[in-house]
């Protein structure tokens, strides 16, 4: 069994559909859905148990919404990873969708059963939970991943090809934004992944860092390949008052001495998910806006600006056309990102289910270590931030 | 059990998927994928049996591919028909994404076998065929639903709405456009369903009108509800050379008095899937283009353009948001699209499996009718140039 | 003294300005001001004399607004004519800004005195008025020059240049569309230039179709140099009640067999200058927005899009870098397309002021056989429409 | 006589154009041309003397390509103002457009002679000059205004307008960027004005904060009233190597806790003049681009994004109409600004000429204190970058 480029992702190592449990993602939930779309989009999954909620009746009624056996709809995660490793039907891999400060514990439940493990962003909301996922999962011998599906957009993926082939020549300066509106006024207590997500107790050491800085970053790194050496941060509240951050400013050194600006705000009406990525070389820019995924814009210094429109041909990398479903105009957006990255993880959980190595050259899929790696940035922030500002050194582990 | 307007469509009249079947969509084939796409997507439906190819060999890989069980991976869709009617467990609907051509006698097998009928459009290329459809699938008392999915983007339906609610006054014009590129050159005969369009004997009386002009024409009548009264049209052959038209001018004299235009052609290099309507009523107007689905531009006489982004609240109509899955700004597009189009006839042929009538204000899918008004579009307009482009009145039925 | 591609417009074969008068453009008044923006950017011209106004109160206020000296600012434009060609100092040009169907008697009164003249378009309501104006101003050897100022944007030149390059390959199919809104209202008796335009007797055969239809034809035919050989029209009122169409559907028979549709209306609300012409080759596409003039796209076949912008290098031909005054980016639009337009007038007129030929090889300044095309164009779209919209052969002479 | 905020700027309190002289413009230049061409474009202003370059045949040459009469085209300055200011037809205004290290130097001639005074940005080089041209023209009695043109497009002063209104609330979050690419490679040694701009004998502490940081700088403050109260600046060299700054990121306090970015670059292939502003309050946003000027972004919280386009009516504040030339969608861009700010300047000293005060309502022109603050913004963020990236005390005076 071998994996190559141009290999469609729909062709699995395993000719049937893998068994996926769900722990949060039940009713008021908000991206529990988003995962549950991608899991049954991309066609290489079966969702067949889940602990929907914590509350027994709201996840027993959440299970019937997901047509999942009842027997298998459970209330409490513990049970559900014990129940699941002794069925010979068990599910093979467990999505996390519940609020962050629960994340380590639930992936430890897993990980200690022998359960692949699909962990929303950010890992943990503390550092050492963060370290200990990454010893732990490579000592269980278990996949770890990480949910950022905005690096699963066809056109970010033409965007990290581009970069590596040198079409913009020698990176010299990035910019990531992010902004949204919702914490502009009080959070609507009737939208549940909400309201928890400015308490400190909740959040940890930060809200919109941890929330869509982790993101931003994690974008930046992908489709640049650029590490990061040093950054300072301000946190600042713009919205209506709490506790932690709505907005930050950070200012980033990468390796190589490449200057940037990584900024984020959920206090600015108008904008709702506004994920714009530029990177300027010596010789070219790129510029990409998650509102606008279909199109990257390539401006090769002296020529007239190139619109890349995902398709096949048209100067999109042959690479990239695994990730191409829908014909060129006919328009594919998040949702077709969250069913790649899906499709993605399939194919690597598949093989590690039927002993295949991950290839090399297999799409990098975020593990335990860009986990991990998200929350030091989040941290980083934080002590910049504390410190009145100051340079912090960064390390990825 | 009832509908209303604000119910999720997640929630069907069965606790249950339903069971669908295919035939056509294998291996080399274009639409069949969108189809299986937005299923899944949906979560009304299991794919569980197919006549993907009548070539057996591809049949039998398509189906592994969808991981069809063996044995109902047909390679003669007759056959199909036959076992699954037969079965305790067999196929509730089936979906038909084969060649135009063969939409008649492949409908006609599955209604007679009691299984209710998804079809892709255009509904055939004999009218006489359409209209037969019509009374077959009436008297059978099967459903049968013509997909057109750029009718499910959540911000067409809201522009159904605000036309309905009169914010743009009366209709006074309409233009409606549908470009692409890709008959500007000879046909890549590796890409199925691309070739036999362009051939008179598979394709019928028209190429582009039967291929896009159908969808034009849906999408103009559904969000604006007015009926055509005449046409009249000019067919041209603007690519490579062909047999019939790759090009199309339509003018539309609505009832009520209302002008119009129609305009196709895949013959434009650099468009894709350009389809655009824009409607003007004595007190604003409205348009909406399919490459940018998220937004819904709004002019009311005397005030600024408000672009109308898919989501909760910020001017969506309550209805509407039954078609958002994603907070606005989380982009949304065709493939969502097709999932709103394939959990909205979910429900439909759930509400018929338990014997449940199907409410009067529900969504109005396309139905026997709408199809039939298809293809007798196509005919008035070949008649109309074959005329050498005079007046058609225009029928239904 | 010899003109070239590359030579600046700036320098004209004079050095002093020329001295130029308006007809028409005082107070109230909508595009003399327009008028004498484009001659005052344009640096070749001082506006120094004025029939401003039939109203003798009107003319003298609004020749103090334009600081004319108060004997030059005259009421009756026959006099005027006499006055400044009896000058030893009078005008060498008259800049003709009064409603269409005064056209004609005033351009012949400046003609007659030897006066150069320039003509806002459409150049006469009658057709042989037209064509007398195209014998008398030849017989007279008198410049007489029509203002179509929308070809006159960099972006425009540079369109007509790359389809003369063939970067598109043979034409295939053209599209122009011009849209407006004011027309949805009863025109506002305050606005002088708008009431006038929807009667007959005034605006002659045609309101939308003189007013931007000559418009719309002059940019298609300047931008891709085909000619016209066929066209049927439908005229429609679509806004408020009046006698002349708002709204016309035209469809075009180009010679060399180019289908193509050119469509107009004043009955938009929410389109302003809505003028945006798309011409198709067998190897790309060309669309260019009045409303984004900076831009044009070129989709050259199985290649990425380009944004081709306004500046020098990146793109544009050497030819087009004398409409460039800004650098890229530092936008121009319609007011710099009217200086353009006066500069290149000015050239023109200060050669037969010093006697010398207009190169052959200099830019194309619309002159009296191309105001005649254009009402010969109204003068067939009217035949059109009251035949019942039949084909009628289309002459330019 | 008096001001009012709908009077067109049309109507000076002289009923004859003002005297001008340009310093700087000749053949070659870069800014002059733009200057000239808002002064010609306005009607405000004759251009009539200059001392157009300092090499004595290029200032001739220029000045005959810009009309000048022989004897009025001066090769030194001070010659310039010493000429002038003893004619009984002298300027009565000069517009100096030199390179920044030598507008001290030439306003102080022209103030000594009593000549007005019109000035490109920077005002100065050194801090302590641009302090000592605020009081010697204060002292003087001479009016000196600055020439910052992207305030003076209309869509801009409808976002002051509006932001005084309330139409945000409180403002609590600003982002300014201007992004360009020409300092990606070395100067083009035969643009003048390039390459001088990157040494800092000629440029002093910065490059691109003197040259764009100061617009963006300047554009905030006027569009949202707010004042600075601390920054911090990093300086990069993005683009080829050189000895100032092609980059700079600031962060912004501003006066009542607004926090905010302001990030200018030279560095970055594919932008020309990208100079956006973004401004959030508690109820609204607002963005406005200087590459599409004709429309405001308005995002009031909860209802849909209003486009306000530049025209009368349709959301467009009375006070705004007066920058309002064209109609809507007619486009109006950067030259139109130039001719808005002429116009305004000529009213102004129009009004000095004549002796009337100007009235406190009257448009806000940015006179020596914004010159001066400008060059202290400059200095700020020097002094920052050189303390590491310190927070600096900013002062305006």
Known sequence: MSFDDTQSLREPPLKRRLRLGFVGGGRGGLVGNWHA?????SNHWNIVAGALSSDPDR???SGEDWMIAPERAYSDYREMARAEAAREDGIEAVAICTPNWSHYDIAVAFIDAGIHVILDKPMTTRLE????????SRRAGIRLFMTYPFAHHAMVRQMRHMIRAGDIGQIRQVNVEYLQEWATEPPDPTIQGRAWRQIPEKAGRSSAIGDIGT?????L???TGLELAELRAEFHICGAPKDLEDTAFVNLRMKGGVPGLLWVTQAAPGQYCGLRLRVWGDRGGLSWDQENPEALKFAPL???EHHIL??????????VEQLVHLPRGHGEALTDAWGNLYAEMGIAIAAAVVGHPLPEDFVELPGPEEGAEGVHFVYACADSHEA???WVKFSRS
């Open 37 to 41: 779309a991608g899991a049954r989009l």
């Open 59 to 61: 996840a027993r009624a």
């Open 129 to 136: 939970d963060a370290e200990a996922l990454v010893a732990l």
């Open 215 to 219: 993101h931003a970053f994690h974008l």
């Open 221 to 223: 790194r992908y489709a």
């Open 302 to 304: 002296g020529q007239p």
């Open 310 to 319: 995902r398709g096949t041909g048209g100067g999109v990398h042959p690479a």
């Open 388 to 390: 009145g500002g100051n």
